[in-house]
């Protein structure tokens, strides 16, 4: 497993402090803020810590309160709602300094056959054949404020992430359909833990769902300056078991943005054309003035 891989399991193994509670912290102190995808994955592992073994999580819904500091704990309250004979609900509310920073609620089912049937995956080219997250960022690098393609590639070293299509600091000013593909998986081996792999997609889910709004008015988002956002909720419905260390396709669309707001919707599918996930997600989407 690489180091990068180590040190996220690592972020995500919450230390117990008391009954229903749990603590967090964050890598790195040098960001602005704590990047939202760890805090959506650090609530989910507090959440499913304290389910009974047989249940697995098949959806979330969460809000993004206040930005998060990555100098300091967070301090993860997990509220046991519900437990019913078939599904168990749990409220997890995430502090920092006496301040709620992000609220989440998440529900777990026992395993149940049922009515089956999905749409159809989407084409997408081979995710073998796509450059890697750094290498586009290298050659892109001269249009990305300063520090950036560090910190960016920081953020998904543990992750192989892959752009189907250019991405938006590729192509500012020019506008483009609303919709883009991602392939993402662990860059290593993960246990069978199926929390684990939900707790990882929960995390990659946060890293470019937006882009489509920015595709749409040709901007490059905060990698470039020409836009301030920052994620507001977040849900996500699990459908089928997946395997976060194997390709997953991330299809991206956006069919909305006004009020300093941008809506974007997306769909993971496993390699071999299972629906895994269905992600929602709205977020400020601002431009300088």
């Known amino acids: 497993m690489d180091q990068p891989l180590t040190s996220l ?8 402090i008391e009954e229903n509670i749990f603590r967090g912290h964050s890598h790195s102190s040098v960001v602005p803020r704590v990047f939202g995808g760890q805090v959506a994955a650090q ?10 073994a047989d249940r697995t999580a098949h959806s979330l819904h969460s809000y993004f309160l206040r930005p998060g500091d990555p100098g300091a704990p967070i301090v993860y309250t997990v509220d046991r709602i519900r437990d ?9 509310v995430a ?11 998440a529900s777990f089912q026992v395993h149940e056959e049922g009515l089956e049937h999905q749409t159809v995956m989407p084409p997408a080219p081979d995710p073998e054949t796509l450059p ?3 290498e586009t960022l290298a050659r892109h690098a001269g249009v990305l404020l300063p520090g950036v393609p560090d910190r960016m590639s920081e953020a998904r070293r543990a992750v192989d992430l892959r752009y189907a299509d250019a991405p938006p600091f590729a192509t500012l000013g020019e506008p483009r359909e609303p919709r883009s593909q991602v392939w993402f998986r662990t860059n290593g081996k993960l246990a069978d833990d199926p929390l684990l792999h939900v707790c990882l997609a929960t995390y990659v889910s946060d890293m470019t ?13 905060w990698a470039v300056g020409d836009v301030v956002g920052a994620s507001l909720d977040h849900a996500m419905w699990f459908h ?6 194997e390709w ?24 071999d054309g299972r629906l895994a996930i269905t992600v929602i997600q709205e977020g400020v989407v601002r431009v300088p003035r």
Not at 250 to 268: K, M, N, V
């Open 9 to 16: 399991l690592d972020l995500l193994d919450l230390e117990k």
């Open 132 to 134: 890697t997250a750094e």
């Open 248 to 271: 997953l396709l991330y299809d991206q669309e956006s069919p909305s943005s006004a009020g300093g707001r941008g809506l974007g919707q997306a769909r993971i599918w496993t390699q």
């Open 209 to 221: 769902l937006l882009d489509s709004v920015l595709l749409a008015h040709g901007r490059g988002g």
């Open 95 to 105: 502090v920092q300094h006496g301040q709620p920073i992000f609220h989440l609620s």
């Open 240 to 245: 089928r078991p997946f395997r976060a260390d």
């Open 84 to 92: 019913g004979r078939s599904f168990t609900t749990r409220r997890v």
């Open 43 to 52: 609530s989910l592992v507090a959440a499913g810590r304290t389910v009974p």
